[in-house]
């Protein structure tokens, strides 16, 4: 608990020291176009795991569980198939629809970070499981500072458009999920090799039915209401900037 504790407050400490400095490089539109598509991006992730990574910590037997990650990966595979093709295909329109014409191409990112996005709870959720809570507490520190640093120096150096809001996310999620996999989840590519047997995992499919029924939907209109401010703003006020200010207030509330 002390480690966990420690992580935390570093985080914290973290985005103090961040928070002003990201603040002056990204602006307020920038902000507004990057809660845009993060908002689509978790709206989206709901979605990919089919719910199914809340019950990771349930199941005793391990085939089941390995049955439950195989099905979250699945669908992780297709939902994030889906949001790129859909994006390929009226990119433009979503980005008229939402005030966000500046995004422009980088919509196209959108499949991409979901399927990031959601490997990145199967991997934490995973972990949980394997209870490996020192570990995730020693490795998040670096993890939030190296992306934090990475934001930072692209805004400064590089470009202060949305790209780099977006790349750092999905900087964020990339590294999580390769450290995750390699170092804190014992022997992880061993586990998944194992395929379950067809009546394993029609065992598993029978057993954890009312996640995707439910569990899955439930979540989904929960995070879509909170998320829903920052999509409708800027379709009423005519701009994303709004938006920036709302999620900006909100991350210096958090703190």
């Avoid at 908002?39 to 049955?67: C, E, H, Q």
């Avoid at 994030?80 to 980088?106: A, E």
């Avoid at 959601?118 to 490996?132: G, Y």
Wanted: charged letters at 15%; a positive charge; aromatic letters at 14%.
């Amino acid at each position: 608990s002390a480690f966990m504790f420690s992580a935390s407050l570093s985080g914290i400490l973290i985005q103090l020291v961040f928070s002003p400095i990201l603040s002056r490089i990204y602006t307020p539109e920038v902000y507004g176009l990057f809660s845009i598509f993060n908002s689509m991006t978790v709206v989206a992730g709901v979605f990919a795991t089919l719910g199914y990574n809340k019950a990771f910590v349930l199941p005793k037997d391990d085939s089941i569980f390995r049955s439950l990650l195989r099905f979250s990966l699945r669908g992780t595979w297709l939902i994030s198939l889906l949001v790129f093709v859909v994006t390929l295909v009226i990119g433009g329109d979503i980005n008229r629809w939402f005030g966000s014409d500046d995004l422009g191409l980088w919509i196209l990112l959108l499949g991409p970070t979901v399927m990031l996005l959601s490997l990145d709870r199967i991997t934490l959720d995973w972990a949980i499981r394997v209870k490996s809570f020192k570990k995730q507490s020693l490795v998040s520190i670096p993890i939030t500072m190296g992306t934090k640093s990475f934001n930072a120096l692209y805004g400064w150096l590089i470009s202060s458009t949305v790209e780099g809001l977006i790349f750092t996310t999905i900087l964020l999620y990339f590294t999580r999920i390769i450290v995750y996999v390699t170092r804190i989840i014992p022997n992880a590519f061993a586990f998944l090799k194992k395929i379950p047997g067809l009546e394993i995992r029609q065992r598993a499919k029978e057993e954890y039915r009312e996640y995707p029924r439910y569990i899955m939907w439930g979540t989904a209109i929960s995070t879509f209401s909170n998320y829903l401010p920052i999509l409708v703003m800027p379709v009423l006020l005519g701009s994303a900037k709004p938006a920036g200010l709302l999620v900006y207030a909100g991350l210096i509330l958090d703190l």
